[in-house]
């Protein structure tokens, strides 16, 4: 085999990840300017925290003029440490976008042409106002007519204060049930938390699904692939599809797309039928493990059962549970984030916790750990209460619907006109459903059935579109957001500040918020006091004004301190005014940074010194000196494991049975049901999803400096398949699932196995405001199918079938 | 001074921070062809199953460079510590250069009207100790450095590892080391089995040979 290659090599080479892209868009030389060394340059470095995933990296911005030029990595982070992806570095591109929403609009055309009029803030305001009272009026002061969403992001919490606690919607909705809820549940449940995969020190990883080198998560990204191939952790990789991440495994198992239940459930039965697991410690921390055993047992999940189901060959299971324990405790069947890929995706995950527990590799060096969290002070606002605001619609879609709703239940009822109550209003902020949301026909439906849509954001996304009224967010690199504190083996407090002045008219969502409230406080307060009979009554005997004031019916009250003062309040108060310093000038703050934080070379700094880290922090609930455990120490992980611990579960233990689900009809433990199984008839595919390392999801789709990277998204389809179907690489073709149709280009390539069809998510905007992704590639959800699973009414993302042909 | 690298390529997970770091610190132009930094995939099938090798990749800095040779008007030339840079003002864009590199490294940059090329971050190793490429790497797939210092991070690893150059027969004496991995199945799956392997002890006196000899060319 040939090693050396040339760049020309690599550019014919690899045209599937980096297409045609080509010519000039343009150039980044207008911002940064190394090639020639300008005099009077007024250079400024002003900490920040990017925002171009959900990550959360540390970052040093670089001002130079006002202008921002570089965005360089903040070591001083223990999560992300000195670096920045291709995405936060290409922040600035973000920021200087041309597309950016500058100023407030107001829809003239009809909804979905584009056609907006420019408007200032207060007659935006203004708009909504009139909307909204005569909305409310109709509907009784019944709060929850208007609904609400969220992307995720540090701010996310203030634009809740609002929606939740002060105009009172119970209708709300984030990314959790079109992304990982279930996988944060199913840990959560079963072994008290989600915790964190100390891949610094694991020994052995199993990796099914995540795909840590192109969904980069920190610090286990940046840990992992430095201990791969002989340099201190084993790693399995399970998927589908041959990742970036699977090029670095030991082992690479193709499994069939929503069989992964089958193949931990087999684990599992090696593990018990062949006693590998780890006896001390089941006995001392599961409660009703006889009970899974024999479910295992007598459900007979052998090697050989999973073998038809799975594709993965029995002998391959057997090898990696063997393996598996003889590494545990130091073994993790690593987590994931973003889940749901069948119906029985929280039984999946319960599976996984409970292999990684059976190994014992729970709260210890090397396993699932839950670190340590500093403590930040806290903001109280009152909440007005109202008493005809309704429950959430969706409330009985699936066994358990939280605080954060179910997008797809909710979105089917209101696109179908099955609410217990006319949704009439939605607000959108930083989130694009129009791409994110599985079945994008019935998203569209559901919004032209609304009387009032408002969308918050930095770009003219697709859902933007859809908008009655456009408010304009600032970017991250304008704003100082909430300040936040890290749970995490080196736990810390990060703030992002504000890099330079809020660019057109746009302002951070504290000011949006604040100048909405202001305008709606009083007249919706009217509302209410014509609907609200507990009102009423409480007037007759109290002033009006006071009334107001003190129940919390002057909606702007929790956003009239400017940010700053705020964070300033929250550090201080729990870490004194010396921390707040620190914090401000370096972006991060942990007790002792100054001390700790080390330099070792341009490539590693160390942040915590490795006695002081937060491995084991649970209650043990022997007579133990539990301080000496939690931290690093020379003794032998595997007798911490033994010892009896108290986990942050119903029973303190590890949880193998969950009783309350079975009162809910879900079953009690992880059970392999082939009825739910999607099976693909001849001549179908099934059709996956993913992520990439240049993009996140669709939130940086016109970004030129990451579409340099990559122009569009292309489908991988087996090539073996494709030979049969004639379909040649670049080929355009069509896929069809029930739900819709799209067209994009092919790539055929052994790296995906037979009967699945897979394209990354986040391409395919419609909207033509954005001028670079406009267009480009095809959108996963104009075709993923809007199911959901039976749990947490999360959407079910891989079980649609599909067919293909050559166009 | 006599800056190289050292490249644990196998770290490397194809998530081209360093290609955008590059392009963001040093404004170079766009275009999927304009790269002054790049991943090399070698990707095909072992017996059915797929693999896929990863070579990290930017200029060599190579001391016996050609393409300084090449060039009629010393636009291409050799900076202080054997950077090797291009005169923008100076270049008439014959393209001598970018046909005598044997590793492809330069192209033309359309905005300067000139041909350009890593320059090993020259402006900001100084203040910053490092170049962008290898600040951003989520992997730490770089270590920059001075050969010319026995104490530098990068000739203390140098010394603890074997490496390998890429197109070592071209005699360009190119200054990206590849460290060879300690895995052995890997080595034999990511190293063609021509390929010469060294040690630090067996390329040092060539290197320094070489050094001594075209230094005198390098700009102050
Ligand atoms: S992983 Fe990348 S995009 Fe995400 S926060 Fe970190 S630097 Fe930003
Ligand atoms: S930044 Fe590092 S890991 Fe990412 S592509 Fe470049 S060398 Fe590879
Ligand atoms: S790699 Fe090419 S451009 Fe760089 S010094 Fe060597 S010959 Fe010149
Ligand atoms: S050293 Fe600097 S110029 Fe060279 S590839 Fe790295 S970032 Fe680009």
């Given at each position: 085999?040939?090693?050396?290659?040339?760049?020309?090599?690599?550019?014919?080479g690899?045209?599937?990840l980096?297409v045609?892209g080509?010519?000039?868009?343009?150039?980044t030389?207008i911002l940064?300017d190394?090639?020639?060394?300008p005099?009077?340059t007024?250079v400024?470095?002003?900490?920040?925290?990017?925002?171009?995933?959900?990550?959360k990296?540390?970052?040093?911005a670089?001002?130079?003029?006002g202008?921002?030029?570089?965005?360089?990595?903040?070591?001083?982070?223990?999560?992300s440490?000195?670096?920045?992806?291709?995405?936060?570095?290409?922040?600035?591109?973000a920021?200087?976008?041309?597309?950016?929403?500058?100023?407030p609009?107001?829809r003239t055309?009809?909804?979905?042409?584009?056609?907006?009029?420019?408007a200032?803030w207060?007659?935006?305001f203004?708009y909504?106002?009139?909307?909204?009272?005569?909305?409310?009026?109709e509907?009784?002061?019944?709060r929850s007519?208007?609904?609400?969403?969220?992307?995720?992001?540090?701010?996310?919490?203030?634009?809740?204060?609002?929606?939740a606690?002060?105009?009172?919607s119970s209708n709300?909705?984030?990314?959790?049930?079109?992304?990982l809820?279930?996988a944060?549940?199913?840990?959560?449940?079963?072994?008290?938390?989600?915790g964190?995969a100390?891949l610094?020190?694991?020994?052995?990883v199993i990796?099914?699904?995540?795909?840590?080198?192109?969904?980069?998560?920190t610090?286990d990204t940046?840990d992992?692939f430095k201990?791969t191939?002989?340099r201190?952790?084993?790693?399995?990789?399970v998927?589908?599809?041959?990742?970036n991440?699977?090029?670095?495994a030991d082992?690479?198992?193709?499994?069939?797309?929503?069989t992964d239940l089958?193949?931990?459930?087999a684990?599992?039965y090696?593990?018990i039928?062949?006693?590998?697991y780890?006896r001390?410690y089941?006995?001392?921390?599961?409660?009703d493990f006889d009970k899974?055993?024999?479910?295992?047992l007598?459900s007979?999940?052998?090697?050989?059962?999973?073998?038809k189901?799975t594709?993965?060959s029995?002998?391959?299971?057997c090898?990696?549970?063997?393996?598996f324990?003889?590494?545990a405790?130091?073994?993790i069947?690593?987590?994931?984030?973003?889940?749901t890929?069948a119906?029985n995706?929280?039984?999946?995950?319960?599976?996984?916790?409970l292999?990684?527990?059976?190994?014992?590799g729970?709260?210890?060096k090397g396993?699932?750990?839950?670190?340590?969290?500093?403590?930040l002070g806290?903001h109280?606002?009152t909440?007005?209460?109202y008493?005809?605001a309704?429950?959430?619609?969706e409330?009985?879609?699936?066994?358990?619907i939280?605080?954060t709703?179910?997008?797809?239940?909710?979105?089917?009822m209101?696109?179908?006109?099955?609410?217990?109550?006319?949704?009439?209003g939605?607000?959108v902020?930083?989130?694009?459903?129009?791409?994110?949301v599985p079945?994008?026909?019935?998203t569209?439906?559901?919004?032209e059935?609304?009387?009032l849509?408002v969308?918050?954001?930095?770009?003219?996304s697709?859902?933007?579109?859809l908008?009655?009224?456009?408010?304009?967010?600032c970017?991250?690199?304008?704003?100082?957001?909430?300040?936040?504190a890290y749970?995490s083996?080196?736990?810390?407090?990060?703030?992002?500040?504000?890099?330079?002045e809020?660019?057109?008219?746009?302002?951070?969502?504290?000011?949006i918020?604040?100048?909405?409230?202001e305008k709606?406080?009083k007249?919706?307060w009217?509302?209410?006091k014509?609907?609200?009979?507990?009102?009423?009554?409480e007037?007759?005997?109290t002033?009006?004004?006071?009334?107001y004031?003190?129940?919390?019916?002057?909606?702007?009250?929790?956003?009239?301190?400017?940010?700053?003062?705020t964070?300033?309040h929250?550090?201080?108060s729990k870490?004194g005014e010396?921390a707040?310093?620190?914090?401000?000038e370096?972006?991060?703050?942990y007790p002792?940074?100054?001390?700790?934080?080390?330099?070792?070379n341009n490539?590693?700094?160390?942040?915590?010194p490795?006695?002081?880290?937060?491995?084991?922090v649970?209650k043990?609930e022997?007579?133990f000196?539990?301080?000496?455990?939690?931290?690093?120490?020379?003794?032998?992980?595997?007798?911490?494991?033994?010892l009896?611990?108290?986990?942050n579960?119903?029973n303190?233990k590890?949880?193998c049975?969950?009783?309350?689900?079975?009162a809910k009809?879900i079953?009690a433990?992880?059970?392999w049901r082939?009825?739910?199984?999607v099976?693909?008839?001849?001549?179908?595919?099934k059709?996956?999803?993913g992520?990439?390392?240049?993009?996140t999801q669709?939130?940086?789709q016109n970004?030129?400096?990451?579409?340099?990277?990559?122009?569009e998204?292309y489908?991988?389809?087996n090539?073996?398949?494709?030979e049969?179907?004639g379909i040649k690489f670049?080929d355009?073709?069509?896929?069809?699932?029930?739900v819709?149709k799209i067209?994009?280009k092919a790539?055929?390539?052994?790296?995906?196995?037979?009967e699945?069809?897979?394209?990354?998510h986040?391409f395919?905007?419609?909207?033509?405001?954005?001028?670079?992704?406009?267009?480009?590639?095809a959108?996963?959800?104009?075709?993923i199918e809007?199911?959901?699973e039976p749990v947490?009414g999360?959407s079910?993302?891989?079980?649609?079938?599909?067919s293909v042909?050559?166009v | 001074?006599?800056?190289?690298?050292?490249?644990?390529?196998?770290?490397?997970?194809n998530?081209?921070a360093?290609e955008v770091?590059?392009?963001?610190?040093?404004?170079?132009?766009?275009?999927?062809?304009?790269?002054?930094?790049?991943?090399?995939?070698?990707e095909g099938?072992i017996?059915?199953?797929?693999?896929a090798?990863?070579?990290?990749?930017?200029c060599?800095?190579?001391?016996d460079?050609?393409?300084?040779?090449?060039?009629?008007?010393?636009?291409?030339?050799?900076a202080d510590?054997?950077?090797?840079?291009?005169?923008?003002h100076k270049c008439?864009l014959?393209?001598g250069?970018?046909e005598?590199?044997p590793?492809?490294a330069?192209?033309?940059?359309?905005?300067?009207?000139?041909?350009?090329?890593c320059?090993?971050c020259?402006h900001?190793?100084?203040?910053e100790g490092?170049?962008?490429?290898?600040?951003?790497?989520?992997?730490?797939v770089r270590m920059?450095g001075d050969?010319d210092?026995?104490n530098?991070?990068?000739?203390?690893l140098?010394?603890?590892k074997?490496?390998?150059?890429q197109k070592?027969?071209t005699?360009?004496?190119?200054?990206?080391f590849?460290?060879?991995?300690?895995?052995?199945?890997?080595a034999?799956?990511?190293?063609?089995?021509?390929t010469?392997?060294?040690?630090?002890?067996?390329?040092?006196?060539?290197y320094?040979?070489?050094?001594?000899?075209?230094?005198?060319?390098?700009?102050?």
């Amino acid at each position: 085999m040939k090693v050396e290659i040339s760049r020309r090599r690599f550019l014919q080479g690899s045209v599937a990840l980096s297409v045609a892209g080509g010519s000039a868009l343009g150039t980044t030389n207008i911002l940064a300017d190394s090639k020639e060394k300008p005099k009077n340059t007024l250079v400024k470095k002003v900490p920040t925290i990017c925002e171009m995933c959900v990550n959360k990296c540390a970052a040093i911005a670089t001002v130079k003029n006002g202008i921002v030029t570089k965005l360089d990595p903040n070591p001083y982070f223990p999560k992300s440490r000195n670096m920045l992806c291709a995405r936060g570095a290409a922040g600035v591109h973000a920021l200087y976008d041309p597309d950016r929403l500058k100023y407030p609009l107001i829809r003239t055309g009809q909804r979905g042409d584009g056609q907006y009029k420019r408007a200032t803030w207060d007659e935006a305001f203004e708009y909504i106002k009139e909307k909204m009272v005569k909305i409310l009026d109709e509907e009784k002061d019944n709060r929850s007519c208007i609904g609400y969403c969220a992307g995720e992001g540090l701010a996310e919490h203030t634009y809740k204060t609002f929606m939740a606690d002060k105009f009172g919607s119970s209708n709300f909705l984030n990314h959790s049930t079109i992304c990982l809820q279930t996988a944060v549940s199913g840990y959560t449940l079963t072994i008290g938390g989600y915790g964190q995969a100390d891949l610094e020190n694991a020994k052995y990883v199993i990796m099914a699904g995540a795909n840590r080198a192109e969904a980069i998560l920190t610090p286990d990204t940046m840990d992992l692939f430095k201990r791969t191939r002989g340099r201190g952790a084993k790693l399995v990789v399970v998927d589908p599809r041959f990742t970036n991440t699977a090029m670095h495994a030991d082992t690479f198992v193709g499994i069939k797309p929503g069989t992964d239940l089958a193949f931990v459930l087999a684990l599992t039965y090696v593990a018990i039928v062949d006693q590998v697991y780890n006896r001390n410690y089941v006995a001392k921390n599961f409660v009703d493990f006889d009970k899974y055993k024999k479910h295992i047992l007598d459900s007979e999940y052998t090697p050989e059962w999973a073998e038809k189901i799975t594709g993965v060959s029995a002998d391959v299971i057997c090898k990696i549970a063997h393996d598996f324990m003889a590494a545990a405790p130091q073994a993790i069947y690593y987590q994931g984030r973003r889940s749901t890929w069948a119906k029985n995706d929280f039984q999946l995950r319960r599976a996984m916790a409970l292999f990684t527990a059976l190994g014992g590799g729970i709260d210890v060096k090397g396993g699932i750990v839950f670190g340590h969290k500093l403590a930040l002070g806290e903001h109280t606002t009152t909440a007005p209460m109202y008493a005809n605001a309704k429950p959430r619609i969706e409330k009985n879609a699936a066994a358990i619907i939280g605080a954060t709703g179910s997008w797809v239940a909710w979105r089917n009822m209101v696109a179908e006109g099955k609410t217990p109550y006319p949704i009439r209003g939605m607000f959108v902020y930083k989130q694009n459903p129009m791409l994110s949301v599985p079945d994008t026909a019935r998203t569209k439906k559901m919004f032209e059935k609304m009387d009032l849509v408002v969308v918050i954001d930095t770009m003219p996304s697709d859902t933007a579109m859809l908008a009655d009224v456009i408010l304009p967010e600032c970017t991250y690199l304008e704003r100082e957001d909430p300040v936040q504190a890290y749970a995490s083996i080196e736990p810390a407090i990060i703030i992002r500040e504000k890099v330079i002045e809020p660019m057109y008219e746009s302002k951070p969502v504290n000011d949006i918020m604040r100048g909405l409230a202001e305008k709606l406080s009083k007249p919706l307060w009217e509302i209410t006091k014509k609907h609200d009979e507990d009102v009423q009554s409480e007037l007759e005997t109290t002033p009006e004004d006071e009334f107001y004031e003190e129940n919390g019916f002057n909606l702007a009250e929790p956003f009239m301190h400017p940010q700053e003062e705020t964070n300033k309040h929250m550090v201080v108060s729990k870490h004194g005014e010396e921390a707040w310093n620190i914090l401000r000038e370096k972006g991060v703050y942990y007790p002792n940074m100054l001390t700790y934080f080390k330099k070792i070379n341009n490539n590693t700094y160390e942040c915590y010194p490795k006695d002081k880290k937060y491995y084991s922090v649970l209650k043990l609930e022997e007579a133990f000196d539990a301080t000496a455990f939690l931290h690093d120490t020379c003794v032998n992980p595997a007798d911490i494991a033994d010892l009896k611990r108290s986990f942050n579960t119903p029973n303190k233990k590890v949880e193998c049975y969950l009783g309350s689900m079975e009162a809910k009809g879900i079953d009690a433990m992880p059970k392999w049901r082939e009825e739910d199984h999607v099976k693909v008839p001849a001549g179908k595919f099934k059709f996956i999803s993913g992520r990439h390392a240049q993009f996140t999801q669709n939130a940086t789709q016109n970004n030129i400096m990451l579409l340099e990277l990559m122009r569009e998204n292309y489908a991988w389809i087996n090539d073996k398949e494709a030979e049969k179907l004639g379909i040649k690489f670049g080929d355009l073709i069509e896929i069809t699932s029930s739900v819709g149709k799209i067209r994009i280009k092919a790539y055929p390539t052994a790296k995906i196995v037979t009967e699945t069809l897979f394209f990354i998510h986040g391409f395919g905007a419609k909207s033509e405001a954005l001028t670079f992704a406009h267009r480009n590639g095809a959108s996963d959800n104009e075709i993923i199918e809007g199911t959901i699973e039976p749990v947490f009414g999360c959407s079910v993302m891989h079980d649609t079938l599909v067919s293909v042909r050559k166009v | 001074m006599n800056y190289a690298m050292a490249l644990d390529y196998q770290n490397c997970i194809n998530c081209k921070a360093c290609e955008v770091a590059c392009k963001e610190e040093n404004g170079v132009q766009l275009g999927a062809d304009k790269q002054r930094i790049w991943i090399g995939v070698v990707e095909g099938t072992i017996f059915g199953k797929p693999f896929a090798n990863l070579y990290p990749s930017q200029c060599n800095h190579c001391l016996d460079a050609p393409c300084v040779s090449v060039c009629p008007t010393n636009a291409s030339h050799f900076a202080d510590g054997g950077i090797v840079k291009v005169d923008a003002h100076k270049c008439i864009l014959c393209k001598g250069c970018m046909e005598a590199c044997p590793y492809d490294a330069r192209f033309v940059d359309d905005t300067m009207v000139a041909v350009d090329k890593c320059t090993f971050c020259d402006h900001r190793i100084g203040e910053e100790g490092t170049t962008a490429c290898q600040a951003t790497c989520p992997t730490k797939v770089r270590m920059f450095g001075d050969l010319d210092d026995e104490n530098s991070d990068l000739v203390k690893l140098l010394k603890t590892k074997r490496f390998f150059f890429q197109k070592e027969y071209t005699n360009t004496l190119p200054k990206l080391f590849y460290i060879l991995p300690d895995d052995e199945a890997y080595a034999k799956q990511s190293v063609s089995h021509n390929t010469i392997i060294h040690t630090w002890a067996d390329i040092k006196p060539l290197y320094d040979e070489a050094r001594t000899r075209r230094s005198k060319e390098w700009r102050k």
